[in-house]
């Protein structure tokens, strides 16, 4: 049984990858960042995908975490990159150009893949939302341990004209200097929000921000769960390595 899957995670500044053990979420090696090329074409991804896969001397599956609406492999959005790769086949280009079978979905899916696989969401039973803070605000949405592919919960609007990414994403924070209350309590209204919507039974939330969450949790007024993500920044790569051999695993997410 192939276990050592290559797991990708592309993102706006770098590209990561690792060989990942898919049966525990384990990182069987340091794992390696490249810049994103710019342009950030898709040939150019790949190319840079192909360049992990040779750092690790690595031929065979790879699972790919891309930061857009990902259906059959192909790319349909493209809010945080370049417009270009809107109706790419990634599963098609990516695999030409590296050589290898690669198998792409939404970053967000393949991050909560890694935490209800391995983490917080194992063997859970009932709705486990989990949210990526970043850049962007990316979800995955599982019912039972399956996903509900390609929610955009970060699109919804939070003030009129206003969608919760660009109000209360990592990058706002940031370019706002909010401190961590300001931050914290524009995140508990969208959390809040958000609960009214879906009423799940535990929120997930990963990204460099689930690391500081005693920073802002006294802003956080939400009786659901509230739970940090396990793998934090790698769960992207961990995620997409689980998903290109999901067939094997049977039910992996
Ligand atoms: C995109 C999502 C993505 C999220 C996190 C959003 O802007 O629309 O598809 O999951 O950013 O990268």
């Not at 049984?1 to 069987?28: A, F, H, P, R, Y």
């Given at each position: 049984?192939?276990?050592?899957?290559?797991?990708?995670?592309?993102?706006?500044?770098?590209?990561?990858?690792?060989?990942?053990?898919?049966?525990?979420?384990?990182?069987?090696?340091?794992?390696?960042?490249?810049?994103?090329?710019?342009?950030?074409?898709?040939?150019?991804?790949?190319?840079?995908?192909?360049?992990?896969?040779?750092?690790?001397?690595?031929?065979?599956?790879?699972?790919?975490?891309?930061?857009a609406v990902?259906?059959?492999?192909?790319i349909m959005t493209a809010t945080?990159?370049?417009?270009?790769?809107i109706?790419?086949?990634?599963?098609?280009?990516?695999?030409?150009?590296?050589?290898?079978?690669?198998?792409?979905?939404?970053?967000?899916?393949?991050?909560?893949?890694?935490?209800?696989?391995?983490?917080?969401?194992?063997?859970?039973?009932?709705?486990?939302?989990?949210?990526?803070?970043?850049?962007?605000?990316?979800?995955?949405?599982?019912?039972?341990?399956?996903?509900?592919?390609?929610?955009?919960?970060?699109?919804?609007?939070?003030?009129?004209?206003?969608?919760?990414?660009?109000?209360?994403?990592?990058?706002?924070?940031?370019?706002?200097?909010?401190?961590?209350?300001?931050?914290?309590?524009?995140?508990?209204?969208?959390?809040?929000?958000?609960?009214?919507?879906?009423?799940?039974?535990?929120?997930?939330?990963?990204?460099?921000?689930?690391?500081?969450?005693?920073?802002?949790?006294?802003?956080?007024?939400?009786?659901?769960?509230?739970?940090?993500?396990?793998?934090?920044?790698?769960?992207?790569?961990?995620?997409?390595?689980?998903?290109?051999?999901?067939?094997?695993?049977?039910?992996?997410?």
């Open positions: 049984m192939e276990n050592k899957i290559l797991g990708i995670d592309v993102g706006g500044s770098g590209i990561k990858g690792s060989v990942v053990d898919v049966t525990t979420g384990e990182l069987l090696y340091e794992r390696h960042r490249i810049e994103t090329p710019q342009p950030a074409t898709a040939e150019n991804i790949a190319e840079t995908i192909k360049k992990i896969a040779e750092h690790f001397d690595y031929k065979g599956k790879i699972g790919c975490g891309f930061p990902i259906k059959n492999g192909v945080n990159i370049d417009k270009c790769n109706g790419v086949n990634a599963n098609a280009m990516f695999s030409e150009i590296t050589g290898n079978e690669v198998t792409v979905i939404n970053d967000a899916d393949a991050a909560g893949i890694a935490e209800v696989s391995f983490g917080e969401g194992k063997n859970f039973r009932g709705v486990i939302l989990v949210l990526t803070i970043g850049t962007g605000i990316g979800s995955a949405l599982f019912v039972d341990g399956k996903l509900v592919p390609n929610t955009e919960l970060g699109h919804v609007f939070i003030k009129k004209g206003i969608i919760a990414e660009k109000f209360t994403s990592d990058a706002v924070r940031k370019r706002k200097g909010l401190n961590w209350h300001q931050w914290g309590k524009r995140f508990n209204k969208y959390l809040n929000y958000l609960d009214l919507l879906i009423n799940p039974s535990m929120i997930i939330i990963g990204g460099g921000t689930s690391k500081k969450i005693e920073k802002f949790a006294d802003t956080i007024t939400l009786e659901t769960p509230l739970k940090p993500a396990k793998f934090l920044n790698d769960a992207g790569l961990i995620g997409a390595a689980v998903s290109a051999v999901k067939d094997k695993f049977g039910k992996v997410y």
